[in-house]
């Protein structure tokens, strides 16, 4: 069987990812074996990249959103040369592999971003083209071109039925990302069966109203040279983003293809052996790749180092014309933050107003606005009441549209809660030391919780900046209030929570939230204003909790968290009435205390002290830090503050009341029982 080059080429991808998924006995052979066409052409003519270098900060990006398909990507990074060897193959899906079942970031060189939840992997794309658009406005100049890669990523009709996927696209059109091109794997297959049964629109003339440039190709199984054409058109498109529908075969070559049955499950054996029959393959060899394949995409390798080899030499003679801007590229590229930037936050004493904490973190934000440039900002509509946007802000717009321009550092995201936390994490996956942030209420976190999971999972520094967060929002009811939000960040891992109780808490909160390059944080801001605490500082929050306020033989501990602390210092003054003397911490992190020394854990809330908590959200896991709690234990009410606090029985009597049942309970008991023990 006489084959091009380049057919050898797909047909090897076609048989290596059937036998990478036997292998395991486990994954998703329909994908690879269908997208391996248009994959071919992407990463044979088009994506350039230093596979040496998989940081190189100008490569193009490649997502695949459709992330079960993932055997088609590592057999890609195999092929070109990065970090996958035909062992890591042969190990898909095996505990501590380079290979686990969906790409992950982390664990696999050239992987951008961790995708397998349905329309995150092109909410993300998005998320890497705007970057790059805000990036190369802010840095390149005339002849200097430093930043101008495209991001391609391929994605199925599973991807565009998420509800995710069409807030994401909706932005795309509206910013005009012309160097964003998808390709939709129209494979007419999803697990239920033919789409016939649930997906019936016409995607193309949606992406049209979206603003898309929109192209078709037919034979995606075999018209390599109509795939390569509708990319090259797509590129020359500069003011759209564009989507290239192709239809394709899934499992194309299998006995089974076509159908629902090769999605999911391993090709059989004798299957495989006719798969490689019909391709020119050797039925009884495995994981076989034949030397031409391999110089092909070596070439292409090399020609990708050529390419950062170049754009090393521009840089230089960049540094040259502009030194300061080029010194500010290196330290962002370097991911460091800016020397000396923690002097800007804003610190408070007892004697200053009363102001709400979503007040208090706008404040921050427009401090660090000009100190620390790489924070880009944004709200999901509803930036007069997250107090996101500082004064000075350009909004991140086309420039066409007269509303701003992609040098803009503040990002106009709608009613897309999802689709803004999905495009964070492209935006913090780009590299270039972004810090992503983006407000709604905290009881919307949930809204776009998929993405915000990934945030953890991928070790991203997204800020999620999250106000009215209690049932002190006051009369938008239950509806707007949360309960049980922070439950789930606390209990996510790489995760961290924040709830500051005054100014210098915020201020410690952004400064911990900054310096955590690997985690994402949700910080949770009051509606109502609170006082400035005395005992409280902006280097506390590094250890998560902390004593607030002691009293000499104190019989009871309050561990409280943001507009509670208050009520809690409170409720102390309240016994002292009583002659009960009693220890107010405030936990603004919980996460972080839990990482502190035990010996200093054990300081802070000491055995044999019986502990209350007073949080106005669920009290679900407070068991680990207190004997007993104030807090919600239903939804909420509409109505003003105080009387939602009284009705919900979260007032400083109350607290000082529970204390000192909780005290008498123990002393009748004769022992105090410890808390958050580890064995």
């Not at 990065?82 to 898909?92: A, E, G, N, R, W």
């Not at 499992?251 to 029959?277: C, F, R, T, W």
């Not at 964070?424 to 407000?439: F, L, S």
């Not at 105080?642 to 009597?653: M, P």
Request: with cysteine; proline share 5%.
């Amino acid at each position: 069987m006489v084959q091009s080059i380049e057919q050898q080429a797909i047909n090897t991808v076609r048989v290596l990812a059937a036998d990478v998924v036997r292998g395991a006995n486990s994954g998703h052979p329909g994908a690879p074996m269908g997208c391996a066409p248009m994959a071919h052409v992407l990463f044979n003519n088009f994506i350039t990249g230093n596979p040496k270098n998989p940081n190189f900060i100008n490569r193009d990006r490649f997502v695949l959103s459709n992330g079960h398909g993932c055997a088609l990507l590592y057999v890609y990074l195999h092929l070109l040369g990065y970090d996958v060897s035909m062992d890591d193959l042969k190990q898909f899906r095996q505990v501590g592999s380079k290979t686990p079942g969906h790409p992950e970031s982390n664990d696999t060189e050239g992987i951008e971003v961790t995708t397998g939840p349905l329309g995150q992997g092109i909410s993300n794309a998005v998320g890497l083209a705007a970057a790059e658009a805000q990036l190369a406005a802010t840095f390149n100049r005339p002849g200097y071109e430093l930043i101008n890669n495209y991001t391609y990523t391929i994605l199925g009709d599973g991807c565009l039925q998420e509800g995710v996927a069409a807030e994401a696209v909706s932005l795309a059109g509206h910013w005009k990302l012309g160097k964003l091109i998808a390709l939709y794997d129209d494979n007419s297959i999803t697990i239920d069966g033919d789409t016939a049964v649930s997906f019936t629109e016409d995607v193309a003339k949606r992406f049209e109203s979206y603003g898309w440039h929109v192209l078709t190709v037919a034979d995606g199984d075999n018209d390599i040279a109509a795939i390569q054409a509708a990319v090259a058109e797509a590129k020359s498109v500069t003011d759209k983003p564009t989507i290239i529908k192709i239809k394709t075969t899934i499992g194309y070559g299998s006995l089974l293809q076509g159908e629902e049955k090769v999605h999911g499950a391993p090709l059989s054996g004798d299957d495989i052996k006719q798969v490689k029959e019909k391709f020119g393959f050797n039925p009884e060899e495995t994981y076989v790749v034949p030397k031409e394949v391999y110089e092909l995409y070596a070439a292409r390798a090399a020609a990708g180092a050529a390419a950062e080899a170049e754009w090393n030499e521009l840089f230089a003679k960049y540094a040259e014309a502009f030194p300061a801007e080029a010194a500010e590229f290196k330290r962002r590229a370097a991911g460091e933050l800016p020397e000396g930037w923690q002097s800007a936050l804003p610190r408070f004493t007892p004697a200053d107003p009363a102001v709400a904490t979503r007040k208090l973190s706008e404040g921050v934000l427009t401090a660090l606005a000009d100190k620390v440039p790489e924070l880009l900002g944004g709200s999901a509509d509803l930036t007069g009441s997250n107090l996101t946007r500082w004064k000075q802000a350009v909004d991140f717009q086309h420039p066409s549209t007269g509303l701003g321009d992609y040098s803009g550092r503040y990002f106009r995201y709608g009613v897309r809660e999802h689709a803004m936390f999905a495009i964070m994490n492209g935006m913090a996956a780009y590299g270039g030391n972004i810090i992503p942030y983006g407000g709604t209420f905290l009881n919307f976190l949930t809204y776009g919780w998929g993405a915000a999971r990934l945030s953890a999972l991928s070790h991203l520094r997204v800020i999620y900046v999250m106000t009215h967060d209690s049932i002190g929002l006051g009369e938008d009811g239950p509806t707007h209030q949360p309960i049980e939000t922070l439950v789930l960040t606390r209990s996510t891992p790489n995760m961290l929570t924040f709830r500051p109780a005054d100014g210098n808490e915020v201020s410690g909160t952004y400064l911990v939230a900054l310096e955590n390059a690997h985690r994402p944080s949700v910080v949770a801001l009051s509606r109502q204003n609170l006082p400035q605490l005395n005992g409280s500082s902006v280097e506390a929050v590094q250890k998560g909790a902390y004593v607030l306020q002691d009293a000499a033989d104190a019989k009871v501990v309050f561990v409280a968290t943001g507009s509670e602390v208050s009520l809690a210092v409170e409720a102390a003054k309240l016994l002292a009435d009583q002659g009960v003397a009693a220890r107010v911490v405030s936990m603004p992190c919980s996460e972080l205390f839990d990482e502190q020394p035990v010996e200093y854990r054990k300081s802070v809330l000491p055995a044999g002290l019986p502990a209350v908590s007073v949080e106005a959200l669920g009290t679900y896991g407070w068991e680990r830090y207190a004997h007993a709690q104030v807090g919600m234990t239903s939804f909420g009410a509409s109505g003003k503050i105080n009387d939602l606090y009284k009705k919900f029985n979260i007032t400083a009597e109350a607290a000082a009341a529970k204390a000192q049942a909780v005290i008498a309970h123990y002393a009748k008991a004769g022992y105090v029982p410890e808390l958050g023990l580890e064995f």
